[in-house]
């Protein structure tokens, strides 16, 4: 009856609350919320509260209709960014990274270059930026005037010398890939060569954007200002949106883009509940539970490999899925992404949470 593109768990959920799951299998936890989605966790009280009195006022009204709550999540997001400017909301992370396409090719004429281990959405245009070829292969012929480049200084100044581009997409930390970063140097190669040649920035912060890794976004852990920001996941507080921010950019007029759905007035007042509490001592709380959690993982005797920033951790392992399948024997739901186990855990999440997940993973000697 579905169409068969998700492996879900083996598991009917009866209710769920913070980074517990209650299911027709006992208690879970989870160490992923909603794949980054809920920030502070399942069912928060607050976000609750705000949907509901949102949907008991209206639910949807289309966009011949001004939400004042667009605005005032509008100013939570620049206000984030240190910038004036824009936003445009859509449904998703994937949709707004169509609509900086769309800005892109509105503003500048050239080649679009994206890296190797970007993962930018899954519709068409989304997927042209989309580095796995598994991904894209099949629906090809995408997007022309697309190129892939190695994660390396060398690779992008040639690239950018020996041809004209309209913008570079970055993903500063790749999620999808298992949770990579760039190296500094080449994100200094590209600020420099941005101010330089004039090519429009985009930084993707679908997944590490909105206090994922201990600043509001994944570009302000380094020298870098981004012309334009992708946001999705947590931005709508459990429910879709997705946000495209221009930074002193205006690509667009009347009737250039739009959405019957979007913005959606409950998701965008579930998602003003959510930002109205990022502030610096979420901030702060992120970084100290994320140290806290990379540590725990680093003890584990399967654990390979541990990187991130905050709470966004991805764990190399000789064999992801076998250790996936012993903690969902212990109760621990692991997500496992391009050979990697990536943590994205609630950013309200306690240090004695994270004890008690890192507890159960901890299955001692592993034989094959």
């Known amino acids: 009856m579905l169409s068969n593109v998700y492996l879900p768990f083996p598991l009917k959920i009866r209710s769920a609350h913070g980074i517990r799951i209650e299911t027709d299998s006992g208690e879970y936890l989870d160490t992923f919320a909603g794949i980054g989605v809920l920030a502070f966790g399942h069912t928060d009280r607050k976000t609750v509260e705000a949907v509901t009195s949102k949907v008991q006022r209206f639910s949807h009204t289309s966009n011949y209709f001004l939400d004042e709550d667009a605005i005032s999540l509008s100013k939570f997001i620049l206000d984030f960014s240190n910038s004036e400017g824009e936003v445009y909301f859509a449904n998703s992370g994937t949709e707004a990274t169509e609509a900086a396409i769309k800005a892109v090719r509105r503003l500048k004429k050239g080649k679009l270059i994206s890296f190797e281990g970007n993962f930018h959405g899954r519709t068409m245009g989304a997927l042209s930026l989309t580095y796995s070829e598994r991904l894209r292969k099949p629906f090809e012929p995408l997007l022309p005037d697309v190129r892939f480049i190695p994660k390396s200084v060398q690779d992008f100044e040639k690239a950018v010398l020996s041809d004209e581009i309209a913008a570079v997409f ?9 949770v990579h970063l ?3 140097e080449l994100l200094q190669a590209i600020e420099k060569l941005r101010k330089e040649r004039g090519f429009l920035l985009v930084a993707d912060e679908i997944q590490s954007g909105l206090c994922r890794t201990g600043e509001y976004f994944g570009y302000q852990n380094y020298a870098i200002e981004p012309d334009m920001i992708i946001l999705g996941k ?14 002193g950019v205006s690509p667009f007029y009347p009737g250039d883009h739009g959405s019957t759905f979007a913005p ?3 998701s965008l007042a579930a998602g003003l509940s959510v930002l109205s509490r990022m502030d610096s001592a979420l901030l702060e709380s992120v970084r100290i539970c994320g140290a806290h959690l990379k540590e725990n993982l680093e003890r584990l005797p399967w654990a390979r490999e541990v990187r991130g920033m905050g709470l966004m951790i991805g764990v ?5 899925e076998r250790i996936k399948s012993l903690a969902f024997e212990r109760k621990v739901l692991l997500n496992v992404t391009a050979g990697s186990i990536r943590f994205l855990p609630a950013l309200n999440i306690t240090e004695e949470e994270i004890d008690e997940i ?9 034989n094959d």
């Open 170 to 178: 970055v993903e500063v930390i790749q999620g999808n890939s298992g």
């Open 182 to 184: 760039y190296p500094a």
């Open 234 to 247: 947590a931005v709508g507080g459990g429910l879709p949106l997705g946000a495209t921010v221009f930074r």
């Open 264 to 266: 959606n007035p409950v």
């Open 316 to 320: 190399s392992t000789d064999n992801p």
């Open 358 to 366: 890192t507890e159960r993973l901890d299955f001692g000697g592993l």
